[in-house]
């Protein structure tokens, strides 16, 4: 479905860029395309980081699942910032006639979500609407008290930077797909890969792997939304304004996301991956970086190096070929996730 997901940067760049209303001083961290939060002074040292994302049930997976992804979907777009997510507020929205027991269910399990990682829920809105047609978050705001100094932003990659990305590519693509092409993939793989798989849906965050990483003097972090490994490290090297070498046989990579999107003939470059984060920091960290992440519970590889000439910017596929990082004209998984649900 073309046009499906977020806007493109060209069309960031036409509709969006410049219109903010009024211009404040104390935006220190202004709105960009591919920068996941806003910042703005309170005072000579603090900053307030602020992050907002909608957030849509998953088919096939429990109300539970999408109270958890309320949370740490949001949570991630502050951890990326090098801040622990602190705050929030989401405005539920149900079409009329939704049972007491799913908005039970819902209430608690992002209330229960984010007591796990120390996120107060400062407020909202919940309400039933004959427009919506099944219980969605129009919007989650995540936002969190920081000293200036601690903020990383996706601008910030330094040329010899290592390049680091945690558990794999598509992580995100292959769990929900692997729901939605369940009874498939089922026939076409092994079934513990089709599960290992769908077991993906709880890696779908950031949030660990960016507050681990933070200590280490990295000095970007992305999450590889949509657009994949291949478009988040587009907007790194854009925003930071260097170049980078990337190589897909340097990445973790778990076999059951090789065979899910092998199946389901998508790219899994391209693919969303929120879960999985890139990030850059000095060759003289990685070490202690990896071990950490590795202790963590989280695979993570160096997977290539930030250039000074901003001119270069390629991937080195398995088969030598060196391909430019180019933004994907929209995201493979979106076709395949909407013909699936079509096809019940």
């Known amino acids: 479905m073309a046009g499906t997901g977020k806007i493109s940067s060209e069309k960031f760049k036409n509709y969006v860029q410049g219109r ?6 104390e935006v220190v961290v202004p709105p960009s395309a591919g920068v996941d939060a806003g910042a703005v002074k309170i005072d000579d040292h603090r900053v307030m980081v602020v992050a907002e994302d909608p957030i849509f049930p998953a088919p096939g997976l429990p109300l539970e ?8 979907i949001g949570a991630s777009d502050i951890a990326v910032m090098g801040v622990e997510p602190q705050y929030m507020s989401y405005s539920l929205l149900m079409p009329p006639g939704t049972d007491n027991e799913d908005l039970d269910t819902i ?16 407020g909202g809105h919940t309400g039933y609407y004959p427009s919506v047609t099944v219980p969605i978050i129009g919007g989650v705001t995540v936002f969190s008290i920081a000293d200036q100094h601690e903020i990383i932003t996706p601008a910030g990659a330094q040329p010899g930077d290592a390049v680091i990305m945690t558990k794999g590519p598509a992580v995100e693509a292959a769990a929900l797909l692997s729901i939605v092409y369940k009874e498939r993939l089922y026939r076409n793989l ?19 792997d960016a507050l681990v990483s933070r200590k280490h003097g990295v000095t970007a972090m992305h999450d590889a939304t949509e657009g994949g490994v291949i ?33 389901l003939e998508i790219n899994p470059l391209e693919a969303i991956s929120e879960g999985t984060l890139l990030a850059t920091v000095p060759p003289s960290n990685t070490d202690n970086l990896l071990w950490e992440l590795n202790k963590n519970g989280i695979a993570a590889s160096v997977i290539g190096e930030i250039l000074e000439d901003a001119s ?12 430019d990082l180019v933004m994907p004209q929209s995201d493979p998984f979106w076709p395949v996730f909407f013909a699936g649900l079509d096809q019940g």
């Open 231 to 263: 478009g988040g490290m587009l907007e790194i090297a854009s925003a930071s304004s260097v170049g980078a070498i990337i190589y897909e046989n340097k990445m973790v990579f778990p076999e059951e996301i090789k065979q899910v999107c092998n199946n």
């Open 107 to 122: 209430i608690k399990s992002i209330h229960e979500a984010a007591e796990e990682i120390n996120i107060t829920i400062m």
């Open 65 to 72: 699942t999408f109270g958890w992804f309320t949370v740490h």
């Open 190 to 208: 092994p079934k513990e890969s089709v599960d290992r798989a769908i077991a993906l849906h709880r890696q779908i965050s950031c949030v660990k």
């Open 312 to 323: 270069v910017r390629k991937i080195v596929l398995n088969n030598g070929r060196n391909q």
């Open 20 to 25: 903010f209303g009024k211009q404040r001083p």
